[in-house]
């Protein structure tokens, strides 16, 4: 039987790995990365190589590199080339799993933020269990979320009392109706999907450029009167390191009686 942990390691915060993951950290025979392309990217590889260093101690481990495939972006059916994405990546995880770890042996993946919220994964490791003959388990580490991280940071609650809340993308953001929004997360959003709202005039925005790493950026305020700053704050960003992860809450005011 091979073993394999899936390690949420927190959105950037070398302080917000759990012990949870130091323990499962400690566990592993080899790690596998899957190497983004892009600049920037490798800061991220350096966030979880630092992490080793920190929390494995002297006991010697492996590690496997494979390049992580890349999504077609100008694709345009979004759902059958994220699809395809998916299986490409099971593919390598399989091919990992296969050639670089014995039986009786286990492997960690170390994942950003927690496995379960937007990280294909969980469903990787299903689909692998499902079509192979190899005996393998996996277990799941949660880890911090970025969403934790920016309501921590933010210093709000995710709900007020008894309100419901939508964790949602950008390009859902794009095609709802505005008026649905009341209080919605949003994450993977590319392209500012915020300014859709601009105008409404009682929407709140609670934005943070990588919480959690040495480069957080936090903004919050009325969107009307903050969207613009959050526009150049993302520009610079970009200019300086070529990317920036980001994340937000969209809340409506109470209507004033
Ligand atoms: C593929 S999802 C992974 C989410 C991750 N599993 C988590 O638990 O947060 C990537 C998206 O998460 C958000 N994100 C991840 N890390 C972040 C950070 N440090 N700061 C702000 N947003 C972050 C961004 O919206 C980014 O587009």
Known sequence: MKTILLIGIGP?????LTLAAIKAIGRADVF??????GEGKDSLIRFRQQILQTHRGDRPYRTATSQNPVRDHAAKDYVGAVKDWHRQRTAVIKALIESEMADGETAGL????????????????RDIIDESSTELSFEVIPGITSIQMLTARHKIPLNR???SI???TGRQIEQTDPGLITNAVVML????????????GDIDIYWGGDVGGPDEVLISGSLDEVAE??????????ARKSWIMDNYLL?????QS
Request: no cysteine; glycine share 8%; net charge negative.
């Open 251 to 255: 809340r409506r005011r109470p209507k």
């Open 161 to 163: 009392i008894g309100e």
């Open 110 to 125: 170390l994942i950003w933020g927690d496995p379960s919220l937007y990280d294909g994964t969980i469903q990787h490791l």
């Open 189 to 200: 959003d590319s392209r500012s999907a915020f300014h859709r709202l601009e105008g409404s």
């Open 166 to 168: 939508t964790i949602t």
């Open 12 to 16: 950037g915060d070398p302080d917000a």
């Open 32 to 37: 596998f990365f899957l190497e983004k392309e």
């Open 229 to 238: 700053r959050i526009d150049q704050t993302i520009a610079e960003q970009r």
